[in-house]
């Protein structure tokens, strides 16, 4: 008669084996880059238990190989979700920044208002309905050469006058 482990005499086998191995495979799953060796080793721990071994001497393989499969399933998740992460949301505001924006917005907008005509209508065609040049050009009857003359004048300008109003010399 072929004596085959129960459970009872499995268990304390289990016990023993996570007794004497669980540090040693928490520190293999540390050294191979796991955010979070213990649950690692726990995992691996709880899918030994699960599952029957032919052999009680493969335990420690099979536990190395679910840690080593473990942590690189852990790591190769981590990276894709830090690929796919959202941007941050934008930090709260107080009121004294609003009032800022605000006063640099019509700041922009009167140095607009103070540009020649087709400088002005250029940026407005370019920056706020964002046309292309060929779209700009047909919209105020010149040439697609003439539109960036007249749009980098009037960035030139704003610039000027943008920097003229900080540093009022």
């Known amino acids: 008669m072929i004596d085959t482990p129960t459970a009872t005499t499995r268990q304390p086998a289990f016990a023993e084996l996570f007794a004497a191995q669980y540090h040693g495979l928490v520190r293999l799953a540390g050294l191979l880059g796991a955010d979070d060796p213990e649950d690692i080793a726990q995992e691996a721990f709880a899918r030994l238990h699960a599952r029957r071994l032919r052999e009680d001497t493969a335990a420690l393989a099979y536990l190395r190989a679910t840690v080593c499969n473990l942590t ?29 924006a605000a006063e640099e ?23 706020w309905l964002d046309l292309s040049e060929r779209e700009i050009a047909e919209a105020m009857g010149v040439s697609p050469g003439s539109v960036k003359t007249h749009a980098s004048r009037a960035l030139a300008a704003l610039g000027r006058a943008l920097k003229q109003e900080e540093d009022p010399r």
């Open 72 to 100: 690189r399933n852990r790591l190769r998740h981590l990276r894709l979700v830090r690929l796919r992460r959202p941007d941050p949301p934008e930090p709260a505001r107080g009121g004294e920044h609003a009032v800022l």
């Open 105 to 127: 917005h019509r700041e922009l907008l009167a140095a607009v208002d103070r540009l020649p005509r087709r400088q002005r209508e250029a940026l407005v065609l370019r920056y």
